[in-house]
C-alpha cells in the first residue's frame, strides 16, 4: 500500500492504495514506517509524499474504519492519523514535501498539511466533507485557522466544499503550483532543498517544528472526533453515506 524509492537524496513514498487511497489502519502503519525509514537514513536528505493513482491524492479516512466502530477503534485510527503523523514528520529531521494531482479530502488534507510543503497541479483538489456525513474536520479546526485566518477557515471547514489549487495557493496551503506535473515541481524543490548545509537546515527545521500548544489541540480534536463519531448523529451520518455510496 506504500511505496518507496530514493532518487539520489531524496525518499519518495507513494500512496498506493486503490481505488482512492482511502486510510486505514494497515496502510497508516505503512506510512509511519516509511517516514522512520526516511529518518532514519543519513543519506536522505528530504523526502516526497505522493500518490501513484492518477485521480486521487488520498480520499481521507476509509467508512470501514468508522462505521460502527467503538471508540477506542476510532481512536487507534486517530492517534497514528494525527499523534503519529505529527511525531513522525517531527522526528524525520528533514524537510518533506506533499506533491498533489488529484483529489485531497478530509483525511488525506492531514496527510498533506503534515508535511512542511505542499506542492500541487493543476489537476489537484481540496476539501474538507467531513461536515457532510455529521463527522467533525477535528484536526484542521485546530490548524487550518493558523494557516488561512479564521474566517476563512470556518467558511471551508463548515461548508465541505471543494476548492482548486490556485484558491489554495491564495490561502497559504499550497506553496507552489507546478506548470506541468506535481511530482516533477515537487522534486526539484526537494533537491534544492537536500542541497543545503545540512547540520543548519536540520537545526532550522527542528526549531520550525515546535510548536507547544498543537500538540495539546490535536489530542483535544482526536478526543471531539471520538466522540463525535460513536454517537448517534455521527452512526447515522456514516450510514448514510455508505447506502448513497451503494
Known sequence: MIGYSIDGPIACIALRAPPVNALTLALL???L?????????????AVVLCSDLDRYFCAGLDISVLKDQTPDAIRAVLDRLYTGLLDAQFALGKPSIAAISGAARGG???????????????????GYPEIDVAMIPAIHLAHLPRITGRHRAYELLMTG??????????LGLVARIAKTSAL?????????????????????HAAFMTENDHRASVRRAIDL????AAGDEGRKGLATFTERRR
Open 108 to 126: 488525506g488534507m492531514t496527510i498533506a498539511v503534515s508535511c512542511n510543503l505542499i506542492v500541487a497541479d493543476s489537476g489537484a483538489s481540496f
Open 161 to 170: 466544499r471543494a476548492f482548486g489549487p490556485e484558491e489554495a495557493a491564495d
Open 33 to 45: 514506517a516509511a517516514l522512520a525509514r526516511a529518518a532514519a537514513d543519513d543519506a536522505v536528505r
Open 225 to 228: 472526533f471520538c466522540e463525535n
Open 184 to 204: 516533477e515541481e515537487a522534486m526539484d524543490l526537494a533537491r534544492t532543498l537536500a542541497a543545503k548545509p545540512p547540520a543548519a537546515l536540520a537545526a532550522a
Open 29 to 31: 502503519d505503512e506510512l
